[in-house]
């Protein structure tokens, strides 16, 4: 088993409607947000865990477009608990914020913010509770990079079934409360690089 090719994918998310991937509540308290955002913890800025991406994706390959690609390509590219395949050929790694994002929504929002609040109504047995969701705004733009790697015995093609759920994840939605309007992304591939 010999890698005989690798790749650097560069890519760009942008949010066109606001962004909701949870993270841990313990520090807002009472009073505070129901449902923070998941946040780098060294500079409190939102991210996009690389799990998020290749978990969504992964799913839309296999329950959408199944036709296209069978299971056993699907399991190469994203990973598998089969220990016939042991390894696995699209690696993704978290996304950040990008500088000109964190630099205009600190503008728009107050130094040190780059999130809003919507407040939204809970329907619990026709009474409405308030509720406060933490979500990136949209026009935001976080910077990822994926690894696609292949193997000298392998005849599928990752590039192009990782920008195929790419597409797949623009016409679907990211993160949490898709239904509601959440979570419509725009993906651009920026740069791709030999290793």
Known sequence: MIISERKLIEYEVELCTGLHIGGNKESYGIGGIDSPVIKDPLTNKPIIPGSSIKGKIRMLLTHIDVENHNLDEIDKAFGSSDKDICLTRIIFRDLF????SAKELENRL?????????????????KAMPRFIERVPAGAKFHGECIVQKLDEDKEDFFKLLKRGFELLKNSALGGSGSRGYGKVNITIKNEKDL
Request: hydrophobic share 30%.
């Open 97 to 100: 914020l990008t500088e000109d």
């Open 110 to 126: 107050g130094k040190g913010f780059y999130t809003e609040v919507k407040a939204e109504n809970k329907i619990d047995n026709l």
